[in-house]
């Protein structure tokens, strides 16, 4: 009964998606809008189900750990946190005003889709921060700076899984480091060394190396949740409708890609490859363009430390 109500919910959506078409739209056609459709729905229920998950873990490090015991961490947090003590402006404002500069390098050098979304989960998390009451579980600093820092990037891995940030440090590594050759993870390193050093003096040393042990439990929670922040991903993708893919990759994603041949293992039959580098960030909109094409395509993703050389700067789409 459900499933029959959200197909004629999913039908009346394409209806209205395509009622400015002149043309009489081919029942192949629709069939096919209707499947994509069914597919960018489920991509987005998926991607909003990790940035709700990791908003909570977020606000739960935050208002569980850091902020009842005057913690702070690196990063837009820690900076927020830093002026919030000196000025007492609310944090949750605080976490959108310093965090929108981030987002709006962000509309420009990863996507528009990105930016909305992160937007969204700032504004959730703010929210959430203000309103949402968590418990106090413990005052011993060195599980405050472990589970705190923990369930923060907990809360920033998550985000990034559903294609969206909620801290803009990555965001501005990743703006630095396509205009200056400074890796990303130069560029955070150096962005959280002026926190902790702003902290040791407004505050005093030892917050600053609890800080540090914070932002180290979080830096790493982040990587075991995404695999690694490295700026771009390789993928492999083999499947029948290559030429539909490579299309959508150029023209829905605005990277480029290169198609070599190859002969299935089993059948020996020649197949035609593609390859392409992406952002991580970019890795949810790929999956979605590649299941609207072929739910079946085989992908093979591996991190990409460092590039050099190539077209390998994203084009603008609109």
Do not use: W
């Not at 540090?212 to 929670?221: D, G, P, R, S, V």
């Amino acid at each position: 009964m459900q499933e029959s109500i959200f197909k004629e919910l999913l039908i009346e959506a394409v209806k209205r998606k395509l009622k400015n078409r002149k043309t009489k739209i081919p029942s192949e056609e629709f069939e096919t809008e209707v499947r994509q459709t069914k597919v960018e729905l489920i991509h987005i229920v998926h991607d909003m189900f990790f940035i709700a998950l990791g908003i909570l873990a977020a606000g739960f490090g935050l208002k569980g750990f850091l902020l009842p015991n005057m913690f702070i961490d690196g990063g837009v947090t820690g900076i927020s946190l830093i002026v919030n003590k000196l000025s007492d402006l609310p944090l949750s404002i605080l976490l959108f005003i310093i965090n929108l500069p981030f987002i709006i390098m962000g509309y420009s050098s990863i996507s528009r889709q990105f930016a909305f979304r992160s937007i969204i989960a700032i504004m959730l998390l703010a929210v959430t921060v203000h309103f949402v009451e968590f418990p106090i579980i413990t005052d011993d600093k060195l599980l405050i700076a472990v589970f705190g820092g923990f369930f923060l990037g907990l809360g920033i891995g998550l985000s990034m899984r559903g294609g969206a940030v909620i801290d803009g440090t990555e965001v501005l590594a990743i703006f630095i480091s396509k205009r200056t050759p400074f890796s990303i993870g130069d560029v955070i390193l150096l962005f959280n060394v002026f926190i902790f050093g702003a902290a040791a003096y407004v505050f005093t040393i030892e917050v600053a190396l609890y800080a540090m042990l914070t932002y180290l439990a979080a830096a790493k929670t982040v990587d075991f949740v995404v695999s690694g922040i490295e700026e771009y991903v390789g993928v492999t993708i083999i499947s029948d409708n290559n030429e539909a893919i490579r299309l959508a990759i150029i023209d829905k994603l605005g990277r480029g890609c290169t198609i070599y041949s190859g002969r299935g293992g089993k059948d020996q039959e020649e197949i035609d490859i593609i390859y392409t580098l992406i952002t991580r960030l970019e890795l949810p909109k790929l999956h979605t363009e590649v299941d609207k094409i072929d739910e079946s395509a085989f992908l093979v993703m591996h991190s990409i430390k460092d590039v050099k050389g190539g077209m390998i700067k994203k084009r603008n789409t609109h």
